[in-house]
C-alpha cells in the first residue's frame, strides 16, 4: 500500500512541507498518494547542502561508501513488493514488469556496490622525453563533486537509480529530481538513503515544478548535470548548463533488422517483447522492424498474430501485459500519429484503439518513412514493419534517423554482424535480438539526437569523476 | 624566412583567395607577412568536405593513421628551424624557447603516432544476472565524427598540435581556426599535412575573423568543439555549442608553494622558468609565489636578483629571456594591473616598466588576493610574492581562485605532497616544481574555470571517440 | 567447539575415510579431533574428477559463480565463531588474530565474489600494419583448468581462501592440500562448498601425507599448482611441477626501517604488531629493525619496554597476544637460533625463554648479518635491532637478504620513499608502517628467494586464467 | 653478401674468439661463412655482465630505451637486403619470404620502441575495509633483471627479435642463444645493437654447444627463460630452470576447417600460403585440412592442384616457393613419415618425394590421427586433407591434439566462430582465414604441449617487468 502522503528529501532529511503533488493511479485515474513539493528554497538549500557536504563525501573511503549501497540493496530486497507496488500504481506499470524493474534497482546498486572499491588511476612513466628525465607521475579520479539529475517516469527507479547509485560510488552529494508523474519510488529510495550514514547534504530528492527546476540545470555549485528524458528538453538544458559538464540519455526510435536466416519463432517473441514490453515506454523498443522479404508474409502473420493475443488491462493483474500508457495526453499524441499514418496510406495490422491512457498494442506496415510514427520517437506500444532484400539498404534505413540509441540484428552472418557494429550510427548493436536488451553494468547510451554520454555504472562513475595527476620532479 | 603569403587549407587544399591578414613581427611591429582569410562560405564548404569524409577517415586502417603522422614528423624535422623561426616572429617568442616549441610538436605528433594504433576496446562478461545468461558483450572505441578546433596565439604550434594529431589518431576530420594574431607556423603543417594521404576534406585550418567563426561553434555536423583560450571566450562558446560536447583549455593564475624545507637555489631557478617563460603566456605560467615565511627575505632577495637579470631584447637573439608580449594592448592591460597593484599598496621588487609591447619581467608582494594581478589570469611576466607560515593554510590560498589548472609544491615531506594531491582544487599538482610543467603525453586540464575535459593526446584521442558496444545473444 | 572427526572432501562430497591425522591443541597438546587423511588414490581420483569437472567450470556464468561465493559469505558469517574457534585451536592462534583471520577470509570472498563479473578482455586493433588490414581482433581470458593448491598452516582460512575463492571467480576447479597441523578450518569450508551448486568435481579438500602429495605436484592433468609455505619445499615443487606453470608464496626475513623523522610512539605499537601479532609466524612479520641513530637508544628503550608488556598464555583467552608457535619443533628449532646469536655476542634486550611451543617475544641486538637470527626466515616471535646512519646504506642492508617480499619505511620524506620503492628488491614497500601490512585485494608476493607470482585476488585470477585470442579477418 | 666470418657479442662487444661453427648455405650445402661459438666460460662472464648492467638498465629513461630501439630500426632499414640475404642463406628461405621477415622485424621493433614509454602501474584504492582505512597504494612495474633467451631457426631474425625488442623496451639486459644453424643473421643485429649507448652487459649473443648452452637455464642470476623452439627441448628446459619462470614457444600440428559456406577460391589460396609458406617451416603452418563434405571433393581437387603448381628451387630465386628444409636430416625425418603414411593405407595427393633437403610440398588424404603426419609436428612442408559433416565434431577433432597453438576456421557463422572461440583449446583461433596468421604485436602461444606464457611485444614486457607495490600509509 502506498502512504498517504510522502514527504521530500532536502539534505538527507524528510520534510513534509506539503501536499502540492497529487499522484495518480494511472490506470484507475484516482488519486493515489499526495507528494511535498520542494520550492526554489528548497532546492538552493539542497544545492547549499551538496556543496557542504562535497569534502565529506570525497574523503569517505571507499568501504564506507560501498557500505552505504549494501544497506540500500539489504532495504530494496525487504520492501521489493512495496516497491514493485509503487511503480505498479505511480506508473500504470504491469507488476512483473514491476518486479522486474524492482530487480534491476538491485542490480545496479550491487554493481556500484562493487565498483565503489575500484576506481582506478595510472601510474605513467613521465620519462618520454630528455626534458622529462627526472619527472615520474600517476592519476587518480576524484568526485566531481555536487551532481544534478534529473530522471523520467519510465523506469522511476532504476533510471534514477544509474544517477544515485554511481554517484553514492564514486562520492559525489547530489540532488535529484524525480518525474512529476512518478515521484513515489524515488521517494521510497530516499527514505532508506536517510537510514545511511551519508553525510548531511549529500542527497536530496524533490520533486518540483520544472520552472522551480531551472537551479538543476543553471546553479554553477553543481558540477555536473545529468538527465534522463526526452530530446527536446535534453539539448534545451544543454545550452543553459553553463560550466557543468551535461549527461543526457535521451530516446529514439529503434530499428531491429530480420535477416532471412533467422529463426522466426524466437525472433517474434523476441520482438513482441521488445516492442510491447511496458507498453513500449522504453528508449530502446523497438520501433521499426525491418525484415527481410524472404520472411516478411510470415513475420507480419506472426507478429500480427501475437499483438492481437497481448492481454490489455489493469495492471496490478498478474496476466496483464499491455497497462495504460502514463497518461491519457501522451496516449493521444501517440493515437494522433497512428491515425496520422492510416490517412496516408499505412496498414494497420492490428490493434489502433484507444480508451483513455489505453492504447492497444499497435502493429503497422506501408508507413512511409517521414510520418511521426516512424521518424519521431513513439514511446507507447507503436510498431511498425517495412520489409528489405539487400542487407546493406537495411543498414542504412537503420540510419536513417534523427536518433541512435541501439539497434538489433537477427542474423547469424558475422560479416554482416561486424559490418553493422562497424555502419550503424548507434550506441549499441545487438546480434540476434531486439535493441530493448540492457544490462545494467554495460555501456549504454546514444549518439546523434539521442544523446550524449554513457552510462552503465562504471561509465558513470567516470563521467562523476575526474582525472587529478601528481608528477614528482627529483632534482638531479 | 616567411613567404610573402600564405595561403589557407579547405577541403587540404591551399586556397590564396586573398592576402586579407596582415601578420606582424610583434617586436618590430613591422608586417611581415599575408594570410588568407576564410569567409563564412569557406568554414560552410569545409564543414562539408569534413562531414563528407567522416566515413573515410573512419575506415582508414590504423597504421595508415599512423603513417601519416609520422609523415609529419619527418617533414617538421626537416623545417625545424622555419618553423621555429615563424613562432619567433609571429609570436614573439624567444628562439630558444621558439626552437623549443617545434621539438613539443613533435614530441606531441609522436605520441599520437604511437596511439594511433592503440585505441583499444574491452571484452566484457555480459552474463552478471541470471536474465543475461545468454549474451555476451564488448565495446571498442570509434571516432566521434567531424570536429572543430579553435587554438590560441601563446603555442601556436604545440597547442594546435594537441587537437591536430589525436584527430588524426583517432580518425576524426576536422577544421581548426588558428589564432588571428599568429596563424602562420599552423598554416605551414596544413602545408604538410596537404603532402598525406588524408582524403579530402579530412582537415581545413582557416585563419577567419571571429564572427566568421561562429560556425565553429554553432554547425551541427561538427561533432566536437575543442577550445583552447581565455576563459570568458571558452565558456561563452559552450553556452552556444548546441547538440556537440565541449572541451575547454583556459587559462588560470597558477599558484607554487615554497615550503621551508625547500632547496632555494633550485627552487628559484625553476620559479624563474616558471613565471616568466615566453614572458609568462602560458595556462600555467606561475602567477602566485607562496613561500614559508622562514625562508621568505632569502626568496624574495633571490628571485629579485634573478628578475633583475633577465635579459629583455628581440626574440630572435639567442640571448633574450623576454621578448614582447602578445600586443600592445595586451601589455597595456597587464602594466594596468600592476599600477592598480602599486596604488592599492603593493611593491615592486623588479621590473614594472613597459615600452610598447614590451612589458619587463615584474616581481611584486604585499598584493592583496582582490587585486586582479592576483585574482585574474595575468598571462605575462608578472608574478606576485606572499609568505605563509601554516602549510595548510598555504593549501587554502592555493584554492581561494576561480581557477585550478595546475599547481606548484616544493616540499620533501610525503604527507604534505599527498594532502595537496588530495584537496588542491586543480587538474595537476607538481611536487619539487613549478606548476609550468607538461609533458604532452600527460592528462592536462582545470577544473573550476580553468576548463572542462583533458588533453594529452591519450586523452584527448579519448574525447574524439565514442564508446561502441555490441551484444551477441546465443539462443539456446 | 569442534567435533570429534572431520572427513576430507573429494569431488565435493564428504568422505569419512578414516580418523588417520590427530589435530592437537596446540597450546594443550591435547588432541582435539581426528581427520580424514586422503590416499594416493583419493587424489588421484579427485584430479580425475576435477578433470571431468573443467568444461562446466568454465561454462558457469558469471552471475551464479558470483552466488557461489556469496553464498560462502554468508555461511562464514554465520559459523564465524565457530571457524575462530577452530583456527584458535589447531593453529593456537590468539582468539583476537583468530577472529581477525575470519574476517579476513570473508573480505577475500567478498573481493573474489566481486571480481568474478570483472574478468575483462580487450578488443583490440590489428590492423597495424598493411598486411594486417583486414583484421580484427579480441581476446578474453579462459580458466587455465583445473588447479593444485597447498596451502601452509599460519592462516589456515586466508591463505587457502587466496587460492579457493579466486578460482571459483575464474572458473576454475581445484584440488586444495590444507597444512597437516592445521586441516580443520579449510574442512569447514569445504563443507561449506559442499552446500553450493558447484559442478562436481569442482573442488576436493584433502589432508594428506607428503608423499601422497605428489601428485599435486607432478599430475599434468593440473594445469596450474599454487604453493604458500616454506621456500625449500616452494623451489623443490618447482622443479617437480612437469608442465604447469607455478606459483610460489614463500617467506621472508622482512625489514623495516625507522628514520630520523619518526614518531617513535607510532613506529613502536605498529614495529611490535608487525613483529609479534600470532608469535611472528606470518611471511611479512618484521624480523630486523634498523633505526637511525639518533633514534636508537630510546627506540630500543621503548621496544624492549614494549616486549616485556606482551601477554603471553592461552590463545583461548582474550588477553593473550602471545600464544604457542606451531609446533615445538619449530619453537625449538628457533630458540636454538636465539642461543647461536647469544653465544656469537648478540644481546638479548626481552624474551628469550621457551617452554614446550611457548616462546617468549624476544628482541636482540648485535646481531651479526650471517646469524641464522638475521639470515634466515625466523617465522616465529624474535625480531633484531639495529642502527645505520645513511639512508642509503640502510636500504643496502634491507637488501642483504635472500629475501625480498615487503619491506616497512618509517619516513616523511617523499625523496626517501619512492627511492625505497625504486631499490628495494621486494614485493611492495609500505611507507609509515611495518612490512606485515596487507589488504586482501592488493597485489602480493615476493622476488628473490620468496616467491613467484602475485596473489591478491584479481591478480591470482589473472594466473589462473589464459588470454584467448580471436582473430576475424575479413575478405576484400 | 655475407662476410667470411663473424665474431659472437659479450657484453655489448665482438669477440673474434674463433671460427668454430661453420654454417652452411641450406640450399647448396656450402659453407657460406663462419662463427665463432661461446666457451662456458664466455656465457659465464656475459652472465656476470648482464648482471651488474641491470641496475643501469633498470635506470634507464624510457626515451633512451625508446631511442635504442628507433636507432636499430633505422639501421635495420639501411641493412634490409642484407638481412634478407643472411636470412637466404643460412635458413634457406625464398628471398621474398626472407625480406617479410625483415619487415617484420622492423614491425617487432617499431612496435617495442612504441610500448618502451607504455609501461604502465595503476593507483588503486587500499580503503577497502575499515582496518585499511589510512592507506593508499600503487604499483608499477619494474624489470624483472637479466633474461635468458633461446631462438630457433625458422625465423632466425623475427623470434629472436620477440625477445630482444621487449627486453630493452622492459629495461631488461638479456644474454641470447642463436640457433646454431641459423646464427648469422642474430649476430648483425648484435652488430647493430652495440651501436648504441645500451650500458656495457645489456646484451650478449652467443653462439654455442648444447651443452655449454646449459647455464641459460641454470644460472640462478638469470630471472626469466624465454625459449621457442621445438616441445621436446622446451619442456626439457622448464625442469631445470630452477627459481626462474619460464616461457616456451613450442610448435603444434595447427589445424583449418573449411565449413560449407566457405568461398573455396579464397580458402585454398589462404592454405597453400598456410600450409607450405617457407616449407611450413613454421609453429602454426597448417598441418591439418578439415573440410565439409560438401566441398571436399572440389578443396581437395583445387588444393591438388595448386600444390603441385608450387614452385621448387633455389630460394635467391624470385620465383621459388619452396626451397629446403633446414636440414637434410629433418627432410628426412619428415618425408620417413609420410612413407609411414602411405605404407599405412594413406593417399599422396601431391608430392611426397624428398631429394636430400628437398622435400616436395605434399598433400595427403586418408591419414590416421595416431600417425606421425597427423599426430606429431610435421614441420615442412605437408599437409593432410580429412572431411566432417558435423562441425561440433569438427571442433573436437581439432582438439584431438597434444597441442594447442592457433586454429583457423573458414566460416561465416558468428555462432560457429564464437563456438570455437570457447571450446577450441588453442591460444588464438582465427576466423576467415588459416591459423597461421601473426601480426607482431598480438597476445601469441599456445597451450597444451605448445607452450606456457605469450610473446607479442607488450605481453612479453609482461613477463619481462614485476609488479612492485607502494604502500602509503597515513597515521591519523
Chains 1, 2, 3, 4 share one sequence.
Not at 120 to 139: F, L, T
Not at 310 to 322: A, K
Not at 333 to 338: A, D, V
Request: hydrophobic share 45%.
Amino acid at each position: 500500500m502506498l502512504q498517504s502522503s510522502y514527504p521530500f528529501y532536502l539534505a538527507n532529511k524528510a520534510v513534509f512541507a506539503n501536499q502540492d503533488l497529487a499522484v495518480t493511479n494511472k490506470y484507475s485515474n484516482q488519486v493515489a498518494t499526495h507528494v511535498a513539493m520542494a520550492s526554489v528554497t528548497d532546492i538552493d538549500n539542497a544545492i547549499t547542502a551538496a556543496d557542504k557536504a562535497k569534502h565529506a563525501m570525497q574523503a569517505m573511503p571507499a568501504y564506507k561508501r560501498q557500505a552505504i549501497l549494501q544497506h540500500c540493496i539489504e532495504r530494496f530486497k525487504a520492501r521489493y513488493e512495496e516497491l514493485a507496488y509503487a511503480l505498479c500504481i505511480e506508473a500504470g506499470k504491469p507488476i512483473k514488469d514491476a518486479r522486474g524493474e524492482v530487480t534491476r534497482l538491485i542490480d545496479t546498486f550491487q554493481i556500484a556496490a562493487e565498483e565503489a572499491t575500484r576506481i582506478y588511476g595510472e601510474v605513467m612513466p613521465m620519462d618520454i622525453s630528455p626534458r622529462a628525465e627526472d619527472y615520474q607521475g600517476m592519476w587518480k579520479r576524484v568526485p566531481i563533486g555536487p551532481c544534478s539529475f534529473i530522471s523520467p517516469f519510465n523506469f522511476p527507479l532504476n533510471l534514477a537509480a544509474h544517477k544515485i547509485a554511481p554517484a553514492i560510488a564514486a562520492g559525489c552529494p547530489f540532488i535529484l529530481k524525480p518525474a512529476s508523474l512518478t515521484p513515489v519510488s524515488a521517494l521510497i529510495v530516499a527514505e532508506i538513503l536517510a537510514e545511511t550514514d551519508l553525510p548531511e547534504g549529500a542527497f536530496s530528492i524533490l520533486p518540483c515544478h520544472r520552472d522551480g527546476a531551472d537551479l538543476f540545470t543553471t546553479d554553477e555549485r553543481l558540477k555536473l548535470l545529468s538527465f534522463t528524458g526526452s530530446p527536446d528538453v535534453g539539448w534545451a538544458l544543454k545550452a543553459k548548463a553553463g560550466k557543468k559538464p551535461v549527461v543526457l540519455e535521451l530516446g529514439g526510435n529503434a530499428a531491429c533488422i530480420v535477416d532471412h536466416d533467422t529463426d522466426l519463432e524466437d525472433a517474434v517473441q523476441r520482438i513482441i517483447f521488445g516492442a510491447y514490453y511496458q507498453s513500449g515506454q522504453s528508449c530502446i523498443s523497438v520501433q521499426r522492424i525491418i525484415v527481410h522479404e524472404s520472411l516478411y508474409d510470415e513475420a507480419k502473420a506472426r507478429l500480427t498474430a501475437a499483438v492481437n493475443n497481448l492481454v490489455m488491462g489493469d495492471p496490478l493483474d498478474e496476466s496483464t501485459f499491455i497497462g495504460p500508457m502514463i497518461s491519457e495526453k501522451e496516449a493521444s499524441r501517440l493515437h494522433g500519429w497512428i491515425e496520422e499514418a492510416r490517412a496516408g496510406g499505412a496498414n494497420v495490422l492490428a490493434g489502433g484503439q484507444r480508451e483513455g491512457a489505453m492504447l492497444e498494442a499497435t502493429l503497422l506496415e506501408n508507413v512511409k518513412p517521414d510520418m511521426s510514427i516512424s521518424s519521431q520517437e513513439a514511446f507507447g506500444p507503436v510498431a511498425i514493419l517495412s520489409k528489405f532484400s539487400d542487407f546493406d539498404a537495411a543498414l542504412d534505413e537503420v540510419n536513417n534517423s534523427d536518433f541512435g540509441l541501439q539497434a538489433g540484428i537477427f542474423t547469424k552472418d558475422i560479416y554482416k554482424a561486424y559490418k553493422a557494429w562497424d555502419v550503424l550510427e548507434v550506441g549499441g548493436v545487438v546480434i540476434g535480438d531486439v535493441p530493448s536488451w540492457r544490462v545494467d553494468h554495460m555501456p549504454y547510451g546514444g549518439v546523434k539526437d539521442s544523446g550524449l554520454g554513457r552510462e552503465g555504472v562504471r561509465f558513470a562513475i567516470e563521467d562523476m569523476t575526474e582525472l587529478k595527476l601528481l608528477v614528482l620532479r627529483t632534482p638531479k
